[in-house]
């Protein structure tokens, strides 16, 4: 098999984990109560420190006006703050609370939960190859992280 058709059967591989709801927990998800684009500003919030307004709106693909909205509604449930920048104060940062990383958090962990008992019937030589893959996969993601800076 070569490497364009073996990179199509992960991919494929992939799909059919996914879709098979048994292992996937959709309850907190479905919680969320949440629209997705303040979902999506959440998690952009979140993957930072602290945002700029000005480069949220970039990222969300849409107008500033837009974006204050959505953090508006993310700041009235308590996800989100924001920030003066120190050095312009006429600068706005935005960045997630503790209930907005707690809420992340829950996300992340329902889909931990429901993999670790798919993960205790594997053999010890499948785990360590899964485990080298998945390293492999997250090192070549820096990679590519550090090649678009």
């Known amino acids: ?46 993957e930072e420190e602290a945002i700029r307004m000005r480069e949220l709106a970039r990222k969300l693909g849409g107008s500033f006006s837009n974006a204050t909205v959505l953090v508006d509604r993310l700041v009235d449930r308590g996800l989100v703050e924001r920030l003066m920048e120190p050095q312009d104060r006429r600068v706005v ?5 503790k209930e907005g990383k707690g809420l992340i958090e829950q ?7 429901l993999s670790e008992p798919v993960l205790e019937r594997m053999e010890s030589e499948d785990l ?6 998945l390293n492999a996969l997250l090192e070549a993601h820096k990679e590519g992280e550090t090649a678009e800076a």
Not at 18 to 44: C, Y
Not at 93 to 97: E, Y
């Open 93 to 97: 940062l935005v960045r997630t609370t």
């Open 1 to 46: 098999m070569g490497r364009k058709e073996e990179i199509q059967n992960i991919l494929e591989l992939q799909d059919e984990i996914v879709h098979r709801r048994a292992i996937w927990d959709a309850g907190p998800w479905l919680e969320l109560n949440m629209s997705t684009p303040q979902f999506k500003a959440l998690l952009l919030i979140s």
């Open 107 to 113: 996300l992340t962990t329902s889909w931990r939960a």
């Open 128 to 133: 360590a190859a899964l485990s080298r893959g």
